[in-house]
Every structure is written in structure tokens, then in C-alpha cells.
T-cell receptor, first 113, second 115 residues
């Protein structure tokens, strides 16, 4: 059973608008969460992370929100740019080791110019 | 070279072949990882090395054999693979396991096709 789920396989957003990517998890032992971005023919690139002691972390245009009670995190990109078009993976870890990432299946974001 | 590099980028091998994947990191990290990404599936952690010592084998079949001669290099030796082993194999590194910052940095991957 998948412990980290990204239920939207794809998302299209107009340039300049907000992109919201969602991720749900089932394991209450997870205490560290990350978002990665992946372009074709490249490896995943780290974007932003959040520890379970926080509910929000911001880095430039990227903000991650964590709702522990709902076991839900989201990545907001504002404003969205065409260069943000990529596959976004969320990952979670904790309990048995912070380095043991459990990844979601990814959401393909397309930002339309 | 910067970051994490992987060679070859593409590999086609028969089921009776023996081949090796190579990963090198130029980040001064001490932990290295092998992941597998099959079509429509999430990345799966295969092996973890910390300061050259294997700390994790995630129930990987013995036809995959990792080697970590030093903290900068990681190999994945392949032999008698099956067609279902066709996947993207990604290498990653981090400062050390369970040491902040926890982020792992990935290479571009090797696309493996087993015929």
C-alpha cells in the first residue's frame, strides 16, 4: 500500500497564476517532508523541505504547507512560470530513518504561457 | 564536474550479460544511495551506504550487487537480470544518513533496458 500519494497525475496552470500540488501520507511516524522537481532526462532536484515541527516553510516562490492532522502537505508556486513545467515528487521520511525517503508517484505540472 | 554524475546514461543488456553502473559525487558527501524507478511507480530505495559501509539493503535481489569503494564512488553491478528490471536507476548522495541537512542530491540516472 502506498504510504505517500499524489492523487493528481497532472496539472495545468496559466503563467503568473498559483500552482498548488498536493500530497497525502498515511504513516503518522513521518516527520520530514520534501519536494523534488524533475525535468526529462535529469535526476530529481531538491526544492524545499519541511519538518513536522513546522506547518509552513517558504523559499522564494515556493511554499510548502503541512497539515499533520490531515496528513497532507501541499506545494504552492507563486507566480508560476513556464520553466516550472516539470514533474513534482513529494517524499516523506521518519520513524525508521530520516534518510529513508518514501516517494509519491509525481504530478506533472504544465505552466501555460 | 559538479554534483552527482552517473554513467552510462543508457544501457541495453541481455539477460546473460554482466554490466556495472557507476556513480560519482563531487559534493563532499558521505552517504550514497541507489534508487530504482519503474514506469508508473514511485522511486524505490535499493541500497544505502554511509561512510562506505552498507547500512540498507531494501530486499533487493542478489542479481544486483552494490559496491562503495570510497565516499565519492558507488557502483551497481548487474548480472543475469530479468526484463522486469528495466527501469531508471538513480544514484543520490547526502551529507550522511540522519545528519541535517537531510536532503539527497540525485544524479541524472541510467536508463536500463534488459532484453
Amino acid at each position: 500500500d502506498q504510504q505517500v500519494k499524489q492523487n493528481s497525475p497532472s496539472l495545468s496552470v496559466q503563467e503568473g497564476r498559483i500552482s498548488i500540488l498536493n500530497c497525502d501520507y498515511t504513516n503518522s511516524m513521518f516527520d520530514y517532508f520534501l519536494w523534488y522537481k524533475k525535468y526529462p532526462a535529469e535526476g530529481p532536484t531538491f526544492l524545499i523541505s519541511i519538518s513536522s515541527i513546522k506547518d509552513k516553510n517558504e523559499d522564494g516562490r515556493f511554499t510548502v504547507f503541512l497539515n499533520k492532522s490531515a496528513k497532507h502537505l501541499s506545494l504552492h508556486i507563486v507566480p508560476s512560470q513556464p520553466g516550472d513545467s516539470a514533474v513534482y515528487f513529494c517524499a516523506a521520511s521518519g520513524g525508521s530513518g530520516t534518510y529513508k525517503y518514501i516517494f509519491g508517484t509525481g504530478t506533472r505540472l504544465k505552466v501555460l504561457a | 564536474e559538479t554534483g552527482v554524475t552517473q554513467t552510462p546514461r543508457h544501457l541495453v543488456m541481455g539477460m546473460t550479460n554482466k554490466k556495472s553502473l557507476k556513480c560519482e559525487q563531487h559534493l563532499g558527501h558521505n552517504a550514497m544511495y541507489w534508487y530504482k524507478q519503474s514506469a508508473k511507480k514511485p522511486l524505490e530505495l535499493m541500497f544505502v551506504y554511509n561512510f562506505k559501509e552498507q547500512t540498507e539493503n531494501n530486499s533487493v535481489p542478489s542479481r544486483f550487487s552494490p559496491e562503495c569503494p570510497n565516499s565519492s564512488h558507488l557502483f551497481l553491478h548487474l548480472h543475469t537480470l530479468q526484463p522486469e528490471d528495466s527501469a531508471l536507476y538513480l544514484c543520490a548522495s547526502s551529507r550522511a544518513i540522519d545528519v541535517n541537512p537531510y536532503e539527497q542530491y540525485f544524479g541524472p540516472g541510467t536508463r536500463l533496458t534488459v532484453t
